[in-house]
């Protein structure tokens, strides 16, 4: 038999999807699945991308240009001058959905055996994208304990070395919706202006920030711009996972024209994907708010509750629509398989991301999950029961005795 790659080998299991079998069980038994694991909100996505892709009339389907239709371009330039960024149409690259514009960042970024700091816990996949373009993923671990907040500048500085070649970060942050402050930012603009750094910053969460704090992108440190790579997605303030419309964001010229290359051997960003989010553009204001103000009575609600149950603590996440919880627990992958598996309480379990998955430090996240808010307050109050009693009926609970 063929042996396979020291990649495929290597490449991590996702933490948010390897549990989805067990899920799929637990419902083919007739259980009800509270799905708290991904980032996939159950509010509607918005009339005006549906009716667009209802009218969609071309009586060819042909690929679009590699670096994504010239309108949705134009419109996204527009789009993001609401937020102060100030970027030309020809700076955007849209990629099929935020993933493949971190990959294209990567590749075309970093050689094999460099280096890319990440703040962690991080968003599980950038480990994977890091392996297929050869590089290392080098973390620097922030704690719950601390709200999440970035480490000292002088850790960062300890960690560079001649293989160096960026700091990513996910502002707000997924998994722990930390949101970075001015300070924070001017300090790592600091240490990537001075050592010649690239700047990944994913920004695919910018519409949800909770506490009056500012959003500051990448894009409003001076001094930097043609070190910054802007990562954006419209999955997540639209509401539309599947359409696979992301955008990558680079003044830097060798860089974009490096970028093209890989845009070009794929041929196309999804066509259809591309209408939709062209129209989601002209979404209302009045749906962007009424999304925000669900996500911030869910956040308020979720947090509340997971605190009240003995043992489980969560800072408030400040932006995003997930946090990290930590569970009286001795081993947070074990409770979330059991949960799927061993566990049902009146006809309902929860699925929840084991927070390992997030860490590549060895044992960083034993005791915690990753939940999203994703869904509506009243399923979150029956998850939160089940989770109570889960909690109550695990072997492993380290409390050593039954929660009342």
């Known amino acids: 038999?063929?042996?396979?790659?020291?990649?495929?080998?290597?490449?991590?299991?996702?933490?948010?999807?390897?549990?989805?079998?067990l899920a799929n069980k637990a419902r083919a038994r007739g259980i009800k699945v509270y799905g708290l694991n991904i980032g996939q909100p159950d509010v509607p996505t918005?009339?005006?991308?549906?009716?667009?892709?209802?009218?969609?009339?071309?009586?060819?389907?042909?690929?679009?240009p590699s670096d994504g239709l010239l309108t949705l371009r134009q419109k996204?330039?527009?789009?993001?001058?609401?937020?102060?960024?100030?970027?030309?149409?020809?700076?955007?690259?849209?990629t099929t959905g935020g993933s493949e514009a971190v990959l294209f960042a990567f590749m075309a970024a970093l050689d094999p055996g460099d280096e890319i700091i990440v703040p962690e816990p991080a968003y599980a996949n950038y480990m994977a994208f890091a392996i297929s373009a050869g590089a290392k993923i080098v973390t620097i671990p922030s704690s719950i304990d601390d709200g999440f907040t970035l480490p000292p500048m002088e850790e960062f500085e300890k960690l560079i070395t001649p293989r160096t070649k960026g700091i990513l970060i996910c502002n707000p942050n997924n998994?722990?919706?930390?949101?970075?402050t001015m300070k924070e930012m001017l300090q790592l603009r600091d240490i990537v202006k001075r050592h010649d750094l690239f700047l990944f910053s994913d920004e695919v969460y910018r519409e949800f920030c909770y506490t009056g704090a500012p959003y500051i992108s990448a894009f409003h440190l001076p001094d930097i711009e043609q070190q910054v790579v802007l990562i954006d997605s419209v999955s997540k303030r639209y509401n539309e996972c599947?359409?696979?419309v992301g955008a990558l964001i680079t003044k830097?010229?060798?860089?974009?024209?490096?970028?093209?290359?890989?845009?070009?051997?794929?041929?196309?960003?999804?066509?259809?994907?591309?209408?939709v989010a062209e129209a989601s553009?002209?979404?209302?204001?009045?749906?962007?708010l009424d999304t925000y103000n669900e996500y911030v009575e869910r956040r308020k609600f979720l947090i509340d509750e997971l605190n009240k149950i003995p043992g489980c603590y969560s800072p408030i996440p400040m932006g995003a629509f997930y946090t990290v919880a930590r569970l009286p627990v001795d081993d947070a992958d074990e409770f979330c398989r059991w949960c799927l598996e061993e566990f049902e309480y009146e006809g309902q379990t929860v699925f929840m991301a084991p927070a390992s998955g997030f860490y590549t430090t060895p044992g960083l996240g034993r005791d915690e999950v990753r939940l999203a808010y994703v869904l509506?307050?009243?399923?979150?109050?029956?998850?939160?029961?089940?989770?109570?009693h889960a909690l109550e009926a695990y072997p492993g609970n380290t409390l050593g005795h039954k929660s009342e």
Request: glycine share 4%.
């Open 376 to 388: 509506e307050k009243e399923e979150l109050r029956k998850a939160m029961v089940v989770l109570r």
């Open 252 to 275: 830097h010229p060798t860089l974009r024209a490096n970028i093209m290359k890989f845009c070009q051997a794929r041929l196309s960003p999804p066509l259809l994907g591309q209408i």
């Open 281 to 288: 553009i002209d979404t209302p204001e009045e749906y962007m």
């Open 46 to 64: 918005p009339q005006t991308a549906l009716d667009a892709l209802k009218h969609i009339d071309r009586k060819v389907l042909e690929y679009s």
């Open 242 to 244: 599947g359409i696979r």
């Open 175 to 180: 998994p722990t919706g930390y949101l970075y």
């Open 76 to 94: 996204l330039r527009e789009y993001y001058r609401r937020y102060n960024i100030s970027v030309d149409v020809d700076d955007i690259i849209v």
């Open 1 to 21: 038999m063929p042996q396979v790659s020291e990649r495929g080998n290597i490449m991590p299991a996702s933490p948010i999807r390897r549990l989805v079998p």
